[in-house]
Structures are given as C-alpha cells and as structure tokens.
C-alpha cells in the first residue's frame, strides 16, 4: 500500500475522469446513484467503536461470486467438511446483503469491470479478501495479456491468501486474519476506496476500456 | 508420431469450403471437432485446420488451408455446423481473421474493449503487453522450504553460506571488479 503516488506510471488524464451520464442512455440516468462514495468515520466513542467492530468481525457474509479458479475452494468450506458457518459465515446471493468479497483467483479484465460493480453495490462495511497467487502478483499470469496483476491496484484487498490452490484450511486462516483486522479496526478498505477515488477509478479504466457503466453504481 | 487414423489434406483457400461440404455429405465426416489457426508468421500465412470426425469410422482429417496473413479472410461455413460461427468469431478476436457474412463475427466475444493487435498473433509480445498495462509488483522472490527452514534453524551455518555466496556473485578474484571495489 506504499505505491500509491504511481510515480513510473502515466495516468489517465483528468478530463475523461468522472464525467457522469457520459456513457448512460437517458432513459437509464435516473436508474443509478451517481454520488461519490464518502468515507465513513468510525465512532469517536470507544466502546461504541468496539462494539460495532465485534458485531461486524461476527457476522461476516460472504458474496457467492466466483471470479476465478480459486472459487472451487469456497464449495468445501460451505459444506459440511470445514462448515465456515461455525464461524458466523454464510454465502449471500447479491452484493446488497454480502460483506466479503472474495476474489477468487485471478481476475481477468472481462472479470475485473463484474468485480468492480460487485464491490460498489456492496454495502459498508464491506472487506476484500485476495485468495490465491493471482492476486498477489498474477501468480501464472505473470505474462497474461487479459489478467491484472495487482488486484490493490483495482479494489482494496485487505488480505491476502496466498498459494495456488490454497486450501480451505488456509482460507480459514484468512477469514480469522479478517476478523482479527475488524475487531482492531484495521479493515478499513471501503474508506480507503472513497479516499483514493481518483486513483482507484483511474486504474480502472486504464484496463476496462470500453466502460459502459456509471462512474461509481450502487 | 502421427496417428494411423488421423492425416491431413492442404487444400487452396478457393476450394476450402467445397473440400469440408464435401467430406460431410459424402466422406462420412459428419462432425467438426474445432477450427485451429497457426500463424507461421515466417512465411507470411495463417493456416487454418479444419478438423472433421467421422464417429462411425473412428477417422480424422485436418483440413488445412493457408490465407494471406496481411489480408486475413475466409470463407464462412457456418452453414454447414451452426457451432462454426464461435470458433469463427474467436479466431477473427484473436487472430484477427475476418469471416464476412458469420453471424455476430463483429461483436466483441471474450475480450471487451481490446484496442492492439489480435492477441494470438505471434507478433503481439504478450509480456511487454502485460507490464505495460498490468502493475507488475516489485520483488518477486521465493521462499524456498529449504533455505527457509535452514535460516531459522542454523542462522549461523546460513549466514557464512550467504557471505560466500554473495563473495562469488560480486565476483570475487576477478581483477577488473576489486579495481572497483577498492
């Protein structure tokens, strides 16, 4: 998370950022919320923080999308073997009722523009988990014309599991990491995603060149 | 080694769709198995493979048929098999062959959006592609079971190997390189 500043890198120049209705038809613009994402300040209060951060780190949901290999993973830990719902997890069908994302694998650019109106619908407080080598640093698809290397480069990942397959022991192992992150306060992605906004968005076109969809929907 | 059961016929691209109409209604190859491309970018052509079944006979023919490379198009058959028209829109995605007349052969299939060369030619450079675009994260390194385990358990025996390793990488011995050192 130090690369952030993109210094090696030309970005998209400003003009084509954030120009809303640009690729909307009409009939479509009252459809979608085109407001900017605002990050949302955890309470000052301590105990409220606290209590807030232990109800979230117990009922983690995680969105049924499998967005790559890795997703073949996830059936084991929903059946009856590793049964993640001992620990307070279940799969949820749509965005609006899910938070954790797990991407699974690697996430190809045709995959990458389903991830990111995925993660927008998403409600807060939602967390991102990277699941396998792919996501890390492409894994495989270090040379790939169609796969992104860096998925914190797209959405934020706030942890990673690394392996190409992990098992579902590991992915165990991430989903405690999350929660030991939420119970600190430490998972703050969708903050982070409102606060870099600019940045975020300009990674995404870079690779998602026939953008035909809002600029931020929920 | 090539199969007793499977050969091949090189046919000119005029005669490609005779040739393939041909052996379905009367040579008993009743089933396209897939249409494949090779770019021999040395010659200058695409060859096309038609490969056909016949289920009765336990046969295979590959029917090749070479195309200009800079002019790439062919003749659509996709009135012979309705499943030709996504092995033709795929090859005109990633090879960049052109089938007039298919159905959908314009339409965006598996990349969206894709402004460079068709990706399968041999002359796109899939790596310099992938850093341009892609963020390639620094520090790619290994932590190889071994040396892991050596380094925690005999810190000591890993360090002196580490020095001499690092002694010999910065070539030690060699004249011009202690010139520069001192």
């Not at chain 2, 046919?11 to 041909?22: F, K």
Request: charged share 30%; aromatic share 12%.
């Amino acid at each position: 998370m130090d690369d952030r500043k993109m210094k090696h890198r030309s970005p998209v120049p400003e003009e084509e950022l954030l120009s809303p209705d640009a690729f909307l038809a009409p009939e479509e613009r009252g459809l979608f919320c085109q407001d900017r994402p605002e990050p949302v300040e955890p309470s000052k209060v301590k105990i409220i923080r606290d209590f807030c951060n232990w109800a979230q780190a117990n009922s983690v949901f995680i969105l049924a999308f499998g967005t790559g290999c890795g997703a073949i993973e996830m059936r084991p830990l929903f059946t009856a073997r590793y049964d993640i719902s001992r620990y307070g997890m279940f799969p949820r069908p749509t965005p609006r009722m899910s938070g954790l994302f797990i991407i699974g694998g690697y996430a190809s650019v045709k995959t990458m523009k389903r991830i990111v109106r995925s993660y927008e619908q998403m409600q807060n407080p939602k967390f991102v988990m990277g699941l396998g080598s792919c996501t890390v640093n492409g894994g495989m698809y270090w040379d790939s014309y169609n796969t992104v290397k860096r998925l914190d480069h797209y959405i934020p990942v706030d942890a990673y599991v690394a392996g190409c397959m992990p098992r579902p022991e590991s992915l165990i192992a991430g989903f405690n990491r999350i929660k030991e992150l939420i119970k600190a306060g430490k998972a703050e992605g969708a903050n982070e995603y409102a606060k870099n906004f600019e940045w975020y968005k300009r990674n995404q076109r870079r690779i998602i060149k026939d953008w035909n969809m809002p600029e931020y929907n929920w | 080694m090539r199969r007793a059961d499977l050969s091949f016929i090189t046919v000119p691209g005029s005669r490609a769709v005779e040739a393939v109409t041909w052996m379905r209604d009367h040579g008993g190859f009743t089933h396209l198995v897939m249409i494949s491309c090779v770019d021999r970018i040395e010659e200058g052509v695409f060859e096309l493979v038609y490969l056909l079944n016949d289920p009765v006979a336990y046969l295979d023919i590959g029917i090749c048929v070479e195309i200009d490379r800079d002019n790439a198009e062919m003749e659509s058959m996709h009135h012979l098999w309705a499943g030709v028209r996504v092995y033709q829109r795929e090859l005109r995605e990633m090879f960049g062959i052109d089938f007039p007349g298919s159905p959908g052969v314009e339409e965006p299939m598996i990349l969206e959006g894709w402004d460079d060369i068709p990706p399968m030619r041999r002359d796109f450079d899939t790596l310099e592609y992938a850093e341009r675009t892609y963020y390639p994260r620094e520090g790619r390194s290994t932590s190889d079971p071994a040396t892991e385990m050596e380094e925690r358990s005999y810190p000591l025996d890993a360090g002196v190997k580490r020095g001499i390793k690092d002694l010999a990488r910065s070539g030690y011995g060699d004249k011009e390189n202690t010139k520069d050192e001192g």
